[in-house]
């Protein structure tokens, strides 16, 4: 999941990039023609990146509410060695496991 929202994030930072260089390029568009172009490719990337945000959203949204199941197994062995393995620990290994 961690994979797919960095994919997504990147990809409507891309977007928004491609925005930021249209409206660059329609400022400086010289004629009605010109202008009509940039503004259609304006709407479409404007279009894409509504799609990538809400794809996003949608995902973040499933992450926060995703349910996890865990279990902690210990050895008597385990308790009695000291060896610096906890509930963090365990916690940790979980979470990673979930976003992973």
């Given at each position: 999941?961690?994979g797919?929202?960095v994919?997504?994030?990147?990809?409507l930072q891309?977007?928004?990039?491609?925005?930021?260089?249209l409206?660059?390029?329609?400022a400086?568009?010289?004629?009605?023609?010109?202008?009509?172009a940039?503004?259609a490719?304006?709407?479409?990337?404007?279009?894409?990146?509504?799609?990538?945000?809400?794809?996003?959203t949608?995902?973040?949204?499933?992450?926060?509410?995703?349910?996890?199941?865990?279990?902690?197994?210990?050895?008597?062995?385990?308790s009695?060695?000291?060896?610096?393995w906890g509930?963090?620990n365990?916690?940790?290994?979980?979470?990673e496991?979930?976003?992973?």
């Amino acid at each position: 999941m961690k994979g797919k929202l960095v994919g997504l994030s990147e990809r409507l930072q891309d977007s928004n990039a491609k925005i930021d260089g249209l409206l660059n390029e329609l400022a400086g568009s010289e004629t009605e023609v010109e202008r009509e172009a940039v503004e259609a490719q304006l709407r479409s990337e404007r279009n894409r990146a509504a799609a990538l945000k809400a794809q996003l959203t949608n995902l973040q949204r499933r992450a926060t509410f995703s349910r996890v199941s865990l279990r902690i197994e210990t050895s008597a062995s385990s308790s009695n060695s000291g060896g610096g393995w906890g509930i963090d620990n365990a916690l940790r290994r979980g979470r990673e496991r979930a976003l992973g």
